[in-house]
């Protein structure tokens, strides 16, 4: 599966920066930064990545829901089952779309919400309870 991160301006090539960064290079994993002087033409290079990968499932990332790189989506991917659209993406999500290698794309998508929804802690909310352990494994070296 192709993953493309969308989004308005610059946050797409930060993102995949820092995913490389992390996972190491991703030969799947493309960042359009829309409506930058890079990328004049959204639709177009939407469109051309469609074309060029017409024979494998896509995925689009974007930034939020009801903007404009998301809006331009919803209209392609409506009805085309190798088409995927998910809004809110954010560094967990990416890793663990591009960690998982079980071949079920809505399971994938699933398990990388919930990630992604995971990765959110408001640490105010948690009443100065130190849960480190339970949430990333990290504090280990």
Known sequence: MKIVIATRGYLAKELKKSTEHILGKQKDLFAICAFTPQCENYNKAVKDIIAKYDREDILFCT???GGSAN???QELVVGNNRLHLVTGVNLPFLIRILTINDGNVTDNLNRS?????NGIINYDALDNVI?????DGFDEF
Request: avoid cysteine.
């Open 63 to 65: 930034d939020i829901d």
């Open 71 to 73: 809006n331009t989506l």
């Open 113 to 117: 919400t919930k990630a992604a929804k």
């Open 131 to 135: 849960l480190t352990d339970e949430l």
